[in-house]
């Protein structure tokens, strides 16, 4: 909720006209010229990861020991395990050293590897979060391509309207509410499906904890969907919007194309670029709504793990966690640029 | 006007939108005829509807605008069409010239593609065959034939012009309507395309519609001119004779603003014409021209005014013709 | 600034209202929002912070709405409808004041970038996004958490994760304003980085600005709740830490529907009507910008 809602900016630059054919060799040094910058941006999150934690105010031993009683050598000792009686250079050394030999540290909470941790919980967030990106995605295209090729009927004004009430909605309550509703039950209504956790209790075998599992889905997917579906609903719609009113709409049409064919040949492929590029590009909104759903279902993933990281709070968790889904969301964004440069001819010359 | 069956005929067509705030007129009752192999010039400022009576040619028009009248095209009424059949004309029988400048053409698809598209969709030719018929249609614009598979951004303003003419003539249409062809090229190269039209038209014997706000553009290279305004035609006539012997103080005006070139008194005196065009939901009563005209008299705000002789073969709204021609 | 300029301010002004008036969405958000600012800042004349207290609590727990208490109690007794009230100054007022906090950085990172050229405005942009790649919500949690809670922090929090969209924004309306012809012969005049940015950019700036803030407060709004529903806020009086009141304490297990639906449609009220308004404003403006530039 925190980005600017349809404004998709396009990072095409276009080639002056010329006689000579474009070079398209440029492809592979872009890549590359975006993989250094993310290489980059990532070194920096290392970097900033290790002063953040470290630097600012609050003693993290102290925070640790809010509600705690713990003695002057206790605190000591921990402060020895975190390594925070060294030099503050070394300390860098040694943070930035581990950190790229993937040894993220040990968890306060747990008493284990970081990086364990985050193996176990990394299938769970996958199915999640992979899964409802996709419903919303495929929905939100969908929705998004009839709103605007009808634009001002009712689909249309309808669409919009749910869009910006979802886009409203603070994802926790959403989730609040569809647990009461649909989970618990509220008032004569019953509760159907299951909100706590990814499977029962007595789970059963084969097939049955398949469908078990699902079931245990419905209620954090259809939560992340509905927050993040409108955004791509509106992307896709002002994407389409701006393509219908260029010429080239309009000389398709001439040309005796059918209504369908325009759409279907023209002006959809051409508004999906900004679009799909824009999904990549707002992962990080995803990831929000991702630790949210995750916790209040208690879902057993990397969300719900930063989560308790944060409330115990356990701070070699917390910087383990953080840096991976910050480069991971790194990475998305990276990927996005060279898609779209793949994709779109007009970028590629450039 | 002769008698023969035109190509193309407009009977009273009018041409309004439907907004919120009301009813925007943006053509009102215009009536034009346009022979075969023949080239009319249709000039005004923007918002004089030339290019919405374009649009309406081959119901190219929005949803909310209503169009009336009769718009017969070798004898059919284009408005009445079934959709089918509407869409077997389009392209086919008459084409369309964009600006070329502008988003008229695809980015994301190479020009040899859009050109070869609207055979495909007629069903004119397969691939194959389609791909032949571009390069053919490629050099008789004079472009070189490995441009096929370039993108639209990889050209020229007047490159991408040539190629907008490449499609419109794809179809070998009877009839070819060209929007403002060449407003946003330069000079020289516009001079260049001006050209290739007049040879293409005259080669294939294909009618011609040009819209233009430049009556020395229409005036070279069309036959026959109209001048719009607010909607009206307020002139017709051969395209010379209107240019160098304007009878509308409209047609005058825009005459001279566009100084012939070469001529040097037309350079030294450019006759700038006061105001706005006016809004088409409020406009003046009598001649709509009337607030602006120099030569305006006072029955001009409740006259009702039609296109008058004004001499062989030529009209114009103006009482001041009606008068003249009154007294002869 | 002349007379005329002032004129023909005015002018603009007048024209503004009347197309913002014309957006229905705009108008009735506008009005929700200013009667929410009364509330909230009415609230001291009728209640006080007792409301919150669980000691003093005036009602029965898990009492459903009735005439007492119109939107029920929560789990201690207290009166839903007076602990909204309160709460709405918490939240509007930390929502503006991150929103401020993050179009100042903005403004000042955009122009800075749109203004100036050389390897200062690479720099600008580099910053801004790598600030912009970092998943918002997340960062603002880790930041809330290490720093600790307080409304200080909190307000920190979401304006450090939250300027760079408009930074962007923003310097894309400098680059505009600056690539007009009046500009150059400003500069060709003398005009020094100072007073072009501040007569001449921020002027035109100004009402993108304005569109801006108002949806970055909507933002806020929802980060802050989120924030406070996951624990990291020491914000007792808040709509999320009140959500979270009825997560821990089960409401949805004891039936108590209007505990989880009260606090959330206050928010959601709230920001929807930010949202239309700063759509409106938005709407309003664009074609202008638009047109001008």
């Not at chain 2, 009337?290 to 039609?306: F, I, N, Q, T």
Request: include cysteine; glycine fraction near 10%; charge should be neutral.
């Amino acid at each position: 909720m925190t980005a600017p809602l349809e404004a998709a900016e396009p990072a095409v630059q276009a080639a002056g006209p010329g006689d000579e054919r474009p070079a398209r060799r440029g492809t592979l040094q872009y890549a590359l010229a975006k993989a250094g910058g993310a290489l980059f941006s990532i070194a920096m999150v290392i970097v900033a990861t290790f002063f953040v934690f470290r630097l600012l105010p609050g003693d993290p031993v102290r925070n640790l020991a809010q509600g705690r009683n713990m003695t002057p050598a206790q605190l000591d000792l921990e402060r020895h395990r975190l390594g925070l009686d060294k030099p503050l250079i070394n300390q860098f050394f040694d943070f930035v050293g581990n950190t790229l030999r993937l040894d993220l540290g040990t968890s306060y909470e747990y008493k284990r590897p970081v990086l364990d941790l985050i193996g176990e919980r990394f299938g769970p967030t996958l199915l999640l979060a992979g899964t409802g990106l996709v419903i919303a995605v495929s929905l939100g295209i969908w929705q998004g391509t009839r709103a605007g090729w009808r634009h001002g009927g009712r689909f249309d004004r309808f669409s919009t309207g749910t869009s910006l009430v979802l886009w409203s909605v603070p994802t926790f309550w959403l989730g609040l509410l569809l647990m009461m509703v649909f989970g618990v039950g509220v008032g004569p209504i019953p509760g159907v499906l299951p909100f706590r956790g990814i499977e029962s209790v007595d789970a059963p075998d084969g097939f049955a904890y398949l469908l078990d599992v699902a079931s245990h889905m419905v209620l954090p997917c259809l939560t992340l969907v509905a927050v993040i579906y409108a955004q791509y609903l509106l992307v896709m719609r002002s994407s389409l919007l701006e393509e219908v009113s260029q010429d080239y709409v309009t000389v398709a049409r001439a040309k005796g194309l059918r209504d369908d064919e325009v759409r279907r040949r023209h002006a959809v492929p051409n508004a999906l670029l900004p679009t799909v590029t824009l999904v990549f590009m707002r992962i990080g909104f995803v990831v929000g709504g991702a630790v949210t759903v995750e916790t209040i279902y208690t879902w057993p993933g990397l969300g719900q793990l930063f989560y308790e990281a944060i409330s115990v709070p356990d701070f070699t968790l917390m910087q383990g966690t953080f840096m991976l889904i910050t480069v991971a969301v790194i990475i998305m964004n990276t990927l996005a640029d060279v898609v779209y440069r793949v994709l779109d001819p007009r970028v590629r010359s450039a | 006007m002769s008698d023969r069956m035109s190509l193309l005929q407009l009977d009273d067509v009018s041409v309004t939108y439907r907004i919120a705030a009301g009813e925007v007129p943006a053509v009102r009752g215009v009536s034009l005829a346009l022979d075969s192999g023949a080239a009319l010039g249709v000039a005004g400022e923007s918002g004089s509807g030339k290019s919405t009576l374009a649009m309406a040619l081959l119901r190219l028009l929005p949803r909310d605008a209503r169009v009336g009248g009769r718009i017969l095209l070798d004898g059919e009424d284009v408005l009445t069409m079934k959709w089918g059949r509407m869409r077997a004309v389009r392209w086919a029988e008459a084409s369309i010239v964009f600006q070329g400048a502008q988003h008229g053409l695809n980015p994301v698809r190479r020009v040899g593609d859009q050109i070869a598209e609207p055979l495909l969709v007629h069903g004119l030719a397969k691939p194959e065959a389609a791909r032949r018929r571009v390069t053919e249609l490629l050099e008789q614009v004079g472009l070189p034939t490995w441009r096929a598979r370039s993108y639209p951004h990889e050209l020229s303003g007047g490159q991408r012009q040539r190629v907008m003419i490449a499609m419109a003539l794809a179809c070998s249409p009877r009839l070819i309507i060209a929007d403002e062809p060449t407003t946003a090229l330069d000079v020289m190269v516009q001079a260049q395309v001006l050209t290739l039209i007049k040879e293409l038209v005259a080669e294939h014997g294909i009618s011609l519609i040009m819209i233009s706000h430049d009556l020395s553009v229409l005036a070279d290279v069309c036959d026959q001119l109209a001048v719009m305004y607010a909607g009206r035609v307020v002139e017709h006539g051969p395209s010379a004779e209107v240019f160098h012997d304007a009878k509308h103080p409209y047609s005058r005006a825009l005459a001279a603003a566009f100084p012939t070139v070469g001529d040097p008194a037309s350079r030294m005196a450019p006759q700038g014409l006061g105001g706005d065009p006016p809004d088409p939901m409020r406009l003046p009563g009598g001649c709509a021209f009337h607030p602006r005209c120099p030569v305006a008299l006072d029955e001009c705000a409740s006259l009702d005014v039609e296109l008058w002789p004004a001499g062989p073969g030529r009209t114009a709204a103006c009482v001041h013709v009606r008068e003249k021609e009154g007294a002869s | 600034m002349t007379s005329v300029a002032t004129t023909r301010r005015r002018q603009a002004l007048g024209r503004f209202w009347t197309d913002f008036r014309r957006h229905r969405a705009g108008a009735v958000g506008l009005t929700v929002l200013i009667v929410a600012v009364l509330l909230a800042v009415t609230a001291p004349l009728f209640i006080d912070e007792n409301v919150t207290s669980v000691v003093d609590a005036p009602g029965e727990e898990w009492s459903g709405p009735s005439l007492a208490f119109p939107f029920g109690t929560d789990e201690s007794g207290r009166s839903i409808l007076l602990m909204v009230w309160w709460g709405s100054r918490t939240s509007l007022l930390i929502g503006f004041l991150a929103a401020l906090v993050s179009i100042v950085i903005g403004m000042v990172v955009g122009i800075a970038a749109g203004h100036f050229r050389g390897w200062l405005s690479a720099v600008l942009m580099r910053i801004t996004d790598w600030f912009l790649v970092l998943p918002s919500l997340v960062t603002a949690l880790v930041l809330a958490a290490i720093l600790g809670g307080s409304t200080f922090t909190i307000i920190m929090a979401i304006g450090i994760t939250t300027w760079p969209s408009t930074a962007r924004l923003i310097r894309a309306q400098t680059l505009a304003v600056e690539a007009r012809p009046y500009i150059e012969r400003s500069k060709a005049l003398g005009a020094g980085h100072w007073h072009i940015t501040s007569r001449h950019v921020l002027p035109n700036v100004a009402p993108l600005l304005l569109a801006s803030t108002t949806l970055e407060v909507a933002s806020a709004i929802v980060t802050e709740s989120t924030l406070a529903f996951l624990g990291v806020s020491s914000n007792k009086t808040s709509w999320g830490t009140m959500l979270r009141g009825s997560y821990d304490y089960g409401a949805a297990t004891q039936g108590a529907w209007w505990y989880i639906l009260i606090p959330g449609l206050a928010i959601l009220a709230v920001v929807m009507a930010f949202t239309l308004v700063g759509r409106a404003l938005e709407a309003v403006l664009n074609p202008r910008l638009r047109k001008a530039s």
